[in-house]
């Protein structure tokens, strides 16, 4: 099923928590309130499975920090039990070193893991947390597990892009698969600290040069660059109509609503009461159906027309 703007829905990504063992100073929190309330891996997988017969086919498990949700084993074999193709989850790795190989036996098939910065300082400046020895021992082990293709998530800002080149290498050398390079976006904490906004036009055109091979992602029309064993995605969200015309996401909030756009509180169907509500099971999938259609037809990209690039206001 495809939106008014002839997009379809193929992606459920799901805030499994708020709680967070970080503390980074843009987090955006899924563009989420700080809502109280966790949803049952039942209640998870059954929105999933709902949203299957809409075209979901994949499921990217995101925070807060999700590791720290007691359940993710059981989150991801019900998933995978409802019959999700692909399950994927953003972490920022510092639990995956003992977790890596019990996730991937329950069915997590890759990871994407943020790291901003390979300077211990620089490291604790963005997390709060002094941990990227831990955070570099869960890459190596989520590499070792087969949780692939492992994707490095890098938030590009004013305070860390000079780390940009040792994180390249980096990844070359240890085998990662990916490197994202994300525009900063002023979404949550993001938006109080927007002057630390890099664009990344430069960064692309280095790329562009150096690369092998430049492809164009279906999903959200992300550009990726081959250059040798690694692909470097460039995520440009912010005032990018493109990227709103190739977007096939929709959200689950950790308290239970259909999310339709990062960028937009305005946009969501609370199914909570379906989903906790006495009804008979033919009833609840009806309802959530019903949701789904409404969410579908309420959908909308948030950048619809070329706008001035990086306007703060
Ligand atoms: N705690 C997990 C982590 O660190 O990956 C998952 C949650 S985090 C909100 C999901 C992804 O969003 C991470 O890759 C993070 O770096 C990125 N992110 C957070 N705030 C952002 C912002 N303001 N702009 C761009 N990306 C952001």
Same mark, same amino acid.
């Given at each position: 099923?495809?939106?008014?703007?002839?997009?379809?829905?193929?992606?459920?990504?799901?805030?499994?928590?708020?709680?967070?063992?970080?503390?980074?100073?843009?987090?955006?929190?899924?563009?989420?309130?700080?809502?109280?309330?966790?949803?049952?891996?039942?209640? *998870?997988?059954?929105?999933?499975?709902?949203? #299957?017969? +809409?075209?979901?086919?994949?499921? &990217?498990?995101?925070?807060?920090?999700?590791?720290?949700?007691?359940?993710?084993?059981?989150?991801?074999?019900?998933?995978? #039990?409802?019959?999700? =193709?692909?399950?994927?989850?953003?972490?920022?790795?510092?639990?995956?070193?003992? /977790?890596?190989?019990?996730?991937?036996?329950?069915?997590?098939?890759?990871?994407? *893991?943020?790291?901003?910065?390979?300077?211990?300082?620089?490291?604790?400046?963005?997390?709060?947390?002094?941990?990227?020895?831990?955070?570099?021992?869960?890459?190596?082990?989520?590499? $070792?597990?087969?949780?692939?293709? /492992?994707? /490095?998530?890098?938030?590009?800002?004013? $305070?860390?892009?000079?780390?940009?080149?040792?994180?390249?290498?980096?990844? =070359?050398?240890?085998?990662?698969?990916?490197?994202?390079?994300?525009?900063?976006?002023?979404?949550?904490?993001?938006?109080?600290?927007?002057?630390?906004?890099?664009?990344?036009?430069?960064?692309?055109?280095?790329? =562009?040069?150096?690369?092998?091979?430049?492809?164009?992602?279906?999903?959200?029309?992300?550009?990726?660059?081959?250059?040798?064993?690694?692909?470097?995605?460039?995520?440009?969200? +912010?005032?990018?109509?493109?990227?709103?015309?190739?977007?096939?996401?929709?959200?689950?909030?950790?308290?239970? &609503?259909?999310?339709?756009?990062?960028?937009?509180?305005?946009?969501?169907?609370?199914? *909570?009461?379906?989903?906790?509500?006495?009804?008979?099971?033919?009833? &609840?999938?009806?309802?959530?159906?019903?949701?789904?259609? *409404?969410?579908?037809?309420?959908?909308?990209?948030?950048?619809?027309?070329?706008?001035?690039? +990086?306007?703060?206001?």
């Amino acid at each position: 099923m495809i939106d008014r703007f002839g997009r379809p829905i193929e992606d459920l990504r799901v805030t499994l928590t708020h709680t967070c063992n970080f503390s980074c100073f843009f987090c955006h929190m899924e563009g989420e309130d700080n809502a109280q309330g966790l949803l049952t891996p039942q209640e *998870i997988s059954l929105v999933a499975k709902v949203g #299957m017969e +809409y075209g979901i086919k994949s499921v &990217k498990l995101t925070g807060g920090e999700p590791t720290l949700r007691r359940d993710l084993i059981e989150i991801i074999r019900e998933l995978k #039990m409802v019959g999700i =193709r692909e399950i994927s989850m953003t972490t920022n790795g510092v639990l995956l070193r003992s /977790l890596a190989w019990k996730l991937k036996e329950a069915g997590l098939d890759r990871v994407n *893991i943020s790291l901003h910065s390979l300077d211990k300082n620089l490291f604790k400046e963005i997390t709060g947390v002094d941990a990227l020895d831990k955070v570099i021992e869960g890459i190596k082990e989520a590499l $070792k597990a087969g949780l692939r293709p /492992l994707k /490095l998530n890098f938030v590009v800002t004013k $305070k860390n892009i000079t780390q940009l080149e040792k994180i390249i290498e980096f990844s =070359r050398e240890i085998g990662v698969d990916e490197l994202h390079l994300i525009e900063l976006h002023p979404v949550g904490l993001g938006r109080n600290v927007f002057s630390y906004h890099e664009k990344l036009e430069s960064i692309e055109k280095i790329l =562009r040069e150096k690369a092998e091979k430049v492809e164009i992602r279906n999903k959200h029309f992300r550009p990726r660059y081959y250059i040798g064993n690694l692909v470097i995605e460039v995520i440009k969200p +912010y005032a990018n109509p493109i990227f709103c015309a190739g977007c096939n996401r929709i959200r689950l909030t950790v308290d239970g &609503k259909l999310k339709t756009c990062l960028y937009r509180q305005d946009k969501e169907i609370d199914i *909570i009461d379906i989903l906790r509500g006495n009804y008979s099971e033919d009833k &609840k999938n009806e309802l959530l159906r019903e949701a789904y259609e *409404i969410a579908i037809a309420i959908r909308e990209p948030n950048f619809k027309f070329k706008v001035e690039p +990086y306007a703060t206001s």
